[in-house]
Nanobody, 115 residues
Framework: QVQLVDSGGGLVQSGGSLRLSCVAS????????LGWYRQVPGQNRQVVAQ???????IYANSVEGRFTISRDKAEKTVYLQMNNLTPEDTAVYYC?????????WGQGTQVTVSS
């Protein structure tokens, strides 16, 4: 059973930084795509950043230049470095990984940015 465990969320002031972590129970090489999504109440979950096997990274327009996705295969961990946070970044953030046609989700970690 593949598991993803998110952590690193918290309360931060506008302009601050946080780093989210997602630890996988299996080798990151098994995943075709790894990424981070976020969701606010009443809205659909939206993609924030994704990283491909060749290390290509894709970002939502709203976070481009502020967020960086990376991974450490030895630690089986995917990171999301978030800088220059704004209140609009407040959401529950979820790690996601795809293996063949199956998608796996972390439990989510709350990020709250105060103005």
């Amino acid at each position: 059973q593949v598991q993803l465990v998110d952590s690193g969320g918290g309360l931060v002031q506008s302009g601050g930084s946080l780093r989210l972590s997602c630890v996988a129970s299996t080798s990151l090489d098994r995943f075709s795509i790894l990424g981070w999504y976020r969701q606010v109440p009443g809205q659909n979950r939206q993609v924030v950043a994704q990283i491909m096997p060749d290390e290509t990274a894709i970002y939502a327009n709203s976070v481009e230049g502020r967020f960086t996705i990376s991974r450490d295969k030895a630690e089986k961990t995917v990171y999301l470095q978030m800088n220059n946070l704004t209140p609009e970044d407040t959401a529950v953030y979820y790690c996601n990984g795809m293996i063949l046609m199956s998608g796996y989700w972390g439990q989510g970690t709350q990020v709250t940015v105060s103005s």
